[in-house]
């Protein structure tokens, strides 16, 4: 058992629970926008749609597209919710010393009654906690059974498993469907390591006349949260087509 690694799953697990719930309300492993992007597109289309109704006299209809459900998503959420909550129950059974007065409010306990209103990403930071050591003092926990270390780690492992899957992430180099580079009509290609921030690249090179950065190969670079500004010029540059024709 390598500690270490049970840890990262549970940090990268924590690290994307946001991205999860966010999932429930996008189509089924989009591959773009990705989805860690999702609140900020959100953002900008609630910009944009706010800015189309300023324009639009009070007797005009609006648009009202039909939300989306990723059913998917949805029972991942709940699935990997429920086994994190379990799974802090299970270890607090092991871990923690007897409670006494002082401890009934004490917040770095779990509490078998309550702690599960806290949600899933203070369970997981509960069993890392068990998992790091902390706290060994003789008051509040005992260092965790072997046992109940492997069951952490065979629960971490499998939500992973499924989070990444939903999510896409870790997966090969994805070309951006149908979105050419809006500077030199080159093909965009994402990258979304498992816990790091997604990136795309031109695959042009010198040649494209993109602002953004460049990587070590020359090619135009848009990382984590700069993806926000490739987004929109993609979706000007849809706009201008589309005018066009």
Known sequence: MNTADIRHHLHLIRDHLGDLAAAQ???PTPVWPPQRLTTEMWAIRDAQAAAERADRNDHALGDSP???LNLDAMQAHQDISEELLMLADI???ACQLPVTVEHRADPERWHFNASWKNGPHWAAVYVDGRLAGDDLDGR???????????EVA??????WRVMARILGIGSQVTPVPDRPCPWCRGQLRLHQPAGEAPYVVCVTGWDCTTPSRRDHRGRGLWVGGE???LVAALEQRAHAVGGAQ
């Open 25 to 27: 309300h996008s189509d």
């Open 66 to 68: 039909a939300p989306v």
């Open 91 to 93: 270890v607090a059974e």
């Open 140 to 150: 509040h926990f005992r260092p965790i059974p072997l046992r109940t270390a492997d």
């Open 154 to 159: 065979r629960v971490a492992r499998e939500c």
């Open 227 to 229: 993806m926000v500004q």
